[in-house]
C-alpha cells in the first residue's frame, strides 16, 4: 500500500514509519524538520521536506496518490499552545484539514490521526479513562485534537472518509526529544546519562500511562489491516508515579537514587492521567506488549548510544 506518514522524521511517527517499510509498504515521509531529524527517517522511506502550510502540499499529494496518510507532523508543545493559540489552531487544526482535503482529492481511502487521551479527558478522577470519558480538554493543544476527531467524525459522514482517531497516552521510546517541554522519560533519561540531578515537579505522586511508541506503530498497523474506524485509546491502562519512573530510571543507569530532587509543584498540572485501552484490546486485539522495564531500558540504552544527536 501506498503510505504517506507526516512527521515520520519525529519520535512516534518514525517508528510508524520502520513498522510500515517491515510490513513491505511503500512510505513516503512528509516532515519540514522543525523537531524532527533526518537521522530517525528510514532510508527505505522516501522523505519529502516540507511543511503542511506549504502551497505545494496538494500537488504533492497529488504525486504520491496516497492510499493511507498518517498525520502524526503537529505543534506538539502544550506550553505555546497556552501562549500562542493561534498559531496552535493554524499548525494542528488548519494544517490538518488541509491535507485532509488534499488526500480526499486523491484518492486516500484511509486517515490515520496521532490524538491524546491525556490532552482531551483532563483530571482521571476515577479509574482509567474509556473513550466516553467527558472531553475536557484544559489547554488549546488538546482542543485542537478534540476538533480534529470531531472533524473526521464529520468527514466520515459528509464525504465517507474512513478514518481513526488513535488516542495516545504518554509516550516514550528511543528517539523521544528530550528539549524543553519534551516527555518526562526523555528528560530523565538524558539527565542520568550525562550524571545530573533530576528534579521531579513537586511529591513525584502524579501519575501518566506510559505507553512505548513502537508498540504504538504495531496498533496503527492492525487498524489499517482491519480497516479499522473510530476513536481508540492507545495506553496500557497502568498508572505510574513520576517518583518511580525516576527511580527505575536510577536503576536501570547504575545511579543512587539520591540524585533525585523535588521542586516546587507546577500550577494547574494535571494530576492523574490514565487510558483505558480495553476497546483496542477488544476490537483490534492490540495489547502494549512491552513491559515498562524493558522499554524503559531500551529508551536508557538509545540515549546513551546517541549521545551527540540528542
Ligand atoms: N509524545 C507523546 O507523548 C504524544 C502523546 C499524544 C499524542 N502525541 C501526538 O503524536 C504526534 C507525534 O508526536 P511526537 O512526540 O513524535 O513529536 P515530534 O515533535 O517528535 O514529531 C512531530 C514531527 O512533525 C514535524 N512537523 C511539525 N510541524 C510540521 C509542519 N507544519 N509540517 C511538516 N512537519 C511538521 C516535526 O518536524 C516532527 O518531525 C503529534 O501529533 C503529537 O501531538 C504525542
Known sequence: MRILVTGGAGFIGSHFVDRFIA???????????????????????????????????????????????????????????????????TENIMATLRLIEAGLKNEMRFFGFASSGGAIYGEANGGPQSETHPEVPMNPYGVA???????????????????????????????????????????????????????????????????????LAEAASMVLKQGATGVFNLGTGIETTILDLAKNLCGIAEIDDSLIQHGPAIHGEQRRSVLDPSKAARELVWNPRTSFAHGLKTTYDWFVANRLEK
Open 145 to 215: 485534537k478534540l476538533a480534529i476527531d470531531k472533524y473526521l467524525h464529520s468527514y466520515s459522514v459528509q464525504r465517507g472518509l474512513k478514518s481513526a482517531s488513535l488516542r495516545f497516552s504518554n509516550v516514550y521510546g528511543p528517539r523521544q526529544g528530550a528539549k524543553g517541554e519534551a516527555g518526562v522519560v526523555a528528560v530523565f533519561a538524558k539527565l542520568l546519562r550525562d550524571g545530573k540531578p533530576l528534579r521531579i515537579n513537586g511529591d513525584g505522586l502524579q501519575t501518566r500511562d506510559f505507553v512505548y511508541a513502537p508498540d
Open 23 to 89: 510490513e513491505s509498504h511503500q512510505v513516503w515521509v512528509l516532515d519540514n524538520l522543525r523537531s524532527g531529524s533526518k537521522t530517525n527517517v528510514n532510508p527505505k522511506a522516501k522523505f519529502i521536506f516540507m511543511d503542511l502550510k506549504d502551497e505545494a502540499l496538494e500537488t504533492k499529494v497529488a504525486e504520491i496518490r496516497p492510499e493511507a496518510v498518517f498525520h502524526l507532523a503537529a505543534q506538539i508543545d502544550v506550553r505555546i499552545s497556552c501562549s500562542d493559540p493561534i498559531f496552535d489552531a
